[in-house]
């Protein structure tokens, strides 16, 4: 058993980044994930596993020095919160273009604009349908508890690498605030300068006199070019399709009805269904631990059985398009959510279940 | 020119006077005739093949004429979004501190859309050497006005002139990052003459032995000509920015060993 450990989820953050092995975070301070650049800086890196940690003078400066970071092969991390997203996405979708591993965790708090500082999940749109301009997609965890915020960042590492894409956490200012038990995974020394020229042959860190230079773009001028790497970008979209998606089904095997939701408003939809069925109401909760892939396949199989499902965001209603997309009219499909920073109440989710899905 | 190429026998070591480096890409530049791009290139890679340092030195190019600049410069290099190169340039120079690190960056994209990433990172004396080329124009989108387009000077946004009052004043960044602690040497050269292009060359050189001595930023200003964007032929356009360039953004030492360069009083 790994080292278990009291924490936030911003802290678990930071700490798993250092555990990952990750060579470079890049940040700059937002409400509610500030704990994590402090957490970083008061572990010193630098001393423990030679990590860079940089407070930027901007999310705009971060995300491109994340840029510049991924392009020389090296890990490298940033987090922040929903206007800094916001302000990150040209970077991202350079870094989906150049196809570019890296780790953005955004600790969601309610919008739009400057919004409120408390815990949202109205960026679910932002995260999976691309963010940024052109075609690109990344995959995006969607960690329910402190114990995936860690988790997912391992995950994120590996999968950014094997995909050489951007990977996007889609926390909120809940579980980034909140502290819970978690078990640390042991740390993976950081990759030495020959490790990573070995294994990175694409990334620009110096080319020696045996192989041509490398280039890191995503710019090709000629649309014959350009349409190439997009079908190579939905080549490799597809490949995370098949292979990527994570989900948690939770007492759906004798459900009639059925919660679909992701994060904290799955933790939510739990005790949700405790409720109801004390009631005597059989409900089940679907949770898509990856919002990108979405668990298309896995929803459709288990909502095609029920005879309701109430998706519940704390958004006026973003996921709950992809459900509907999954299981087209087969079933009733219906919305529930609070926004602005509003977290539902499980008896509030239980009732909303009564009312819109049972009763309506 | 071809009857040249025919001739062989002419082609003996012993009777080269001029070569391009051979960390030149073999492939036709795609800057105008008589641009200063492709003898900035030139310069920054002759100094980097004479310090022996390629295959440690990793660029940065920009968004705009010199987008392309990897294709031509045989060193491996990151194509940044518009205005962030020392973003990029400071998280390589961090994560590689043993490698050289370059920007090559235009006006709009170094000294308007990247200002803060410029300052920042020379601020904080990231130990990289930045190379900003400044014709006071846009030129790969077509002659749009630039921060540091010139009073009264026309372009396809100011097209009766540069005006304070609509459009404010052009900015000299170079005099600006020069006050900043971080910053080791700033210099302006330019390489429309042979003498001049020296110097630009010198003082490359200089920038990459203060990364190598790891004592900050060198900051390299080229003023260069955009004889398309001026719309004038590159004799004109040279004359004109001696005449009128160079009296604004005046050529010289700026800061050197961190200590700013006294003015004479005539200057």
Redesign the interface.
């Given at each position: 058993m790994g080292e278990l450990r009291l924490m936030k989820g911003n802290e678990a953050i930071a700490e798993a980044a250092i555990r990952a092995g990750c060579?470079?975070y890049?940040g700059y301070p937002i409400t509610p994930q500030s704990e994590v650049m402090e957490y970083l800086m008061a572990e010193k890196p630098h001393e423990r596993t030679g990590m860079?940690v940089?407070q930027?003078?901007?999310e705009?400066?971060?995300i491109?020095?994340?840029?510049?970071?991924a392009?020389?092969g090296?890990k490298?991390m940033t987090s922040s919160s929903s206007p800094g997203i916001s302000l990150m996405q040209?970077?991202i979708s350079?870094m989906a273009g150049?196809e570019l591993p890296a780790v953005v965790v955004n600790v969601v708090r309610g919008g739009p604009g400057l919004g409120t500082i408390q815990p949202s999940q109205a960026d679910y749109f932002q995260a999976v349908k691309g963010g940024g301009h052109g075609d690109y997609k990344m995959i995006v965890y969607a960690p329910a508890s402190v114990q995936e915020m860690s988790d997912h960042v391992k995950l994120a590492f590996d999968k950014a690498f094997q995909y050489r894409t951007p990977v996007m956490i889609l926390s909120d200012g809940a579980i980034g605030q909140m502290m819970e038990k978690v078990e640390l995974f042991d740390p993976i020394p950081r990759r030495t300068?020959e490790e990573v020229i070995a294994a990175c042959p694409w990334a620009?860190?110096?080319?020696?006199?045996t192989r041509n230079?490398?280039?890191?773009?995503?710019?090709d001028l000629d649309p014959a070019g350009q349409e190439k790497v997009n079908l190579k970008l939905q080549e490799k979209y597809r490949m995370m399709e098949q292979n990527e998606v994570m989900y948690e089904e939770i007492m759906t095997s004798d459900a009639e009805y059925l919660f679909v939701a992701f994060g904290l408003s799955a933790r939510i939809c739990q005790k949700a269904t405790d409720i109801a069925r004390a009631k005597g109401i059989k409900v089940g909760l679907f949770r898509p631990i990856t919002l990108f892939p979405f668990p298309t396949v896995q929803i459709a199989a288990t909502g095609s059985r029920v005879k309701g499902i109430l998706v519940v965001e704390m958004n006026a209603g973003q996921m709950i398009e992809d459900v509907r997309l999954s299981l087209g009219c087969k079933v009733k499909i219906e919305h529930f959510g609070r926004f602005g920073g509003i977290i539902p109440s499980p008896d509030e989710v239980a009732k909303a279940l009564e009312q819109k899905i049972i009763g309506g | 020119m071809e009857e040249l190429f025919a001739k062989p026998d002419i082609r003996k070591p012993e009777n080269i006077v001029y070569r391009k480096s051979d960390l030149m890409?073999d492939r036709p530049l795609s800057y105008c005739p008589g641009c200063g791009h492709g003898t900035v290139h030139r310069m920054l890679m002759e100094v980097i093949e004479e310090m022996d340092i390629?295959?440690?030195?990793?660029g940065?190019s920009p968004v705009g004429c010199s987008?392309?600049a990897?294709?031509f410069?045989?060193?491996?290099?990151?194509?940044?979004?518009h205005g962030?190169a020392p973003?990029?340039?400071?998280?390589?120079k961090?994560?590689?501190p043993h490698?050289f690190v370059f920007t090559y960056q235009g006006d709009g994209d170094l000294a308007a859309i990247g200002t803060?990433?410029t300052i920042?990172a020379c601020n904080r004396g990231e130990n990289i050497t930045i190379i900003f080329i400044n014709n006071g124009i846009y030129g790969m989108t077509g002659g749009q006005m630039a921060p540091t387009t010139l009073l009264g000077m026309r372009s396809s946004t100011s097209p009766y002139g540069r005006d304070v009052e609509h459009m404010g004043h052009p900015i000299k960044m170079t005099e600006l990052i020069a006050h900043l602690p971080g910053v080791n040497f700033v210099t302006r050269q330019s390489v429309h003459t042979p003498v001049n292009a020296r110097r630009t060359k010198k003082a490359i050189r200089k920038g990459f032995e203060i990364q190598k001595a790891k004592q900050g930023l060198s900051f390299i200003e080229v003023v260069s000509n955009c004889n398309s964007g001026w719309k004038m032929t590159p004799v004109q356009s040279n004359k004109w920015m001696e005449e009128n360039m160079f009296p604004f953004y005046p050529l010289g030492d700026i800061k050197v060993d961190g200590k700013l360069v006294e003015k004479k009083e005539n200057e």
């Amino acid at each position: 058993m790994g080292e278990l450990r009291l924490m936030k989820g911003n802290e678990a953050i930071a700490e798993a980044a250092i555990r990952a092995g990750c060579d470079g975070y890049f940040g700059y301070p937002i409400t509610p994930q500030s704990e994590v650049m402090e957490y970083l800086m008061a572990e010193k890196p630098h001393e423990r596993t030679g990590m860079v940690v940089l407070q930027a003078e901007s999310e705009v400066a971060s995300i491109n020095m994340l840029y510049g970071g991924a392009g020389t092969g090296k890990k490298v991390m940033t987090s922040s919160s929903s206007p800094g997203i916001s302000l990150m996405q040209e970077g991202i979708s350079y870094m989906a273009g150049a196809e570019l591993p890296a780790v953005v965790v955004n600790v969601v708090r309610g919008g739009p604009g400057l919004g409120t500082i408390q815990p949202s999940q109205a960026d679910y749109f932002q995260a999976v349908k691309g963010g940024g301009h052109g075609d690109y997609k990344m995959i995006v965890y969607a960690p329910a508890s402190v114990q995936e915020m860690s988790d997912h960042v391992k995950l994120a590492f590996d999968k950014a690498f094997q995909y050489r894409t951007p990977v996007m956490i889609l926390s909120d200012g809940a579980i980034g605030q909140m502290m819970e038990k978690v078990e640390l995974f042991d740390p993976i020394p950081r990759r030495t300068d020959e490790e990573v020229i070995a294994a990175c042959p694409w990334a620009s860190t110096g080319r020696p006199k045996t192989r041509n230079h490398n280039i890191i773009t995503s710019l090709d001028l000629d649309p014959a070019g350009q349409e190439k790497v997009n079908l190579k970008l939905q080549e490799k979209y597809r490949m995370m399709e098949q292979n990527e998606v994570m989900y948690e089904e939770i007492m759906t095997s004798d459900a009639e009805y059925l919660f679909v939701a992701f994060g904290l408003s799955a933790r939510i939809c739990q005790k949700a269904t405790d409720i109801a069925r004390a009631k005597g109401i059989k409900v089940g909760l679907f949770r898509p631990i990856t919002l990108f892939p979405f668990p298309t396949v896995q929803i459709a199989a288990t909502g095609s059985r029920v005879k309701g499902i109430l998706v519940v965001e704390m958004n006026a209603g973003q996921m709950i398009e992809d459900v509907r997309l999954s299981l087209g009219c087969k079933v009733k499909i219906e919305h529930f959510g609070r926004f602005g920073g509003i977290i539902p109440s499980p008896d509030e989710v239980a009732k909303a279940l009564e009312q819109k899905i049972i009763g309506g | 020119m071809e009857e040249l190429f025919a001739k062989p026998d002419i082609r003996k070591p012993e009777n080269i006077v001029y070569r391009k480096s051979d960390l030149m890409v073999d492939r036709p530049l795609s800057y105008c005739p008589g641009c200063g791009h492709g003898t900035v290139h030139r310069m920054l890679m002759e100094v980097i093949e004479e310090m022996d340092i390629a295959e440690q030195t990793i660029g940065v190019s920009p968004v705009g004429c010199s987008v392309l600049a990897y294709d031509f410069l045989n060193i491996d290099m990151l194509g940044a979004a518009h205005g962030r190169a020392p973003a990029l340039a400071t998280a390589i120079k961090r994560l590689w501190p043993h490698r050289f690190v370059f920007t090559y960056q235009g006006d709009g994209d170094l000294a308007a859309i990247g200002t803060a990433e410029t300052i920042h990172a020379c601020n904080r004396g990231e130990n990289i050497t930045i190379i900003f080329i400044n014709n006071g124009i846009y030129g790969m989108t077509g002659g749009q006005m630039a921060p540091t387009t010139l009073l009264g000077m026309r372009s396809s946004t100011s097209p009766y002139g540069r005006d304070v009052e609509h459009m404010g004043h052009p900015i000299k960044m170079t005099e600006l990052i020069a006050h900043l602690p971080g910053v080791n040497f700033v210099t302006r050269q330019s390489v429309h003459t042979p003498v001049n292009a020296r110097r630009t060359k010198k003082a490359i050189r200089k920038g990459f032995e203060i990364q190598k001595a790891k004592q900050g930023l060198s900051f390299i200003e080229v003023v260069s000509n955009c004889n398309s964007g001026w719309k004038m032929t590159p004799v004109q356009s040279n004359k004109w920015m001696e005449e009128n360039m160079f009296p604004f953004y005046p050529l010289g030492d700026i800061k050197v060993d961190g200590k700013l360069v006294e003015k004479k009083e005539n200057e």
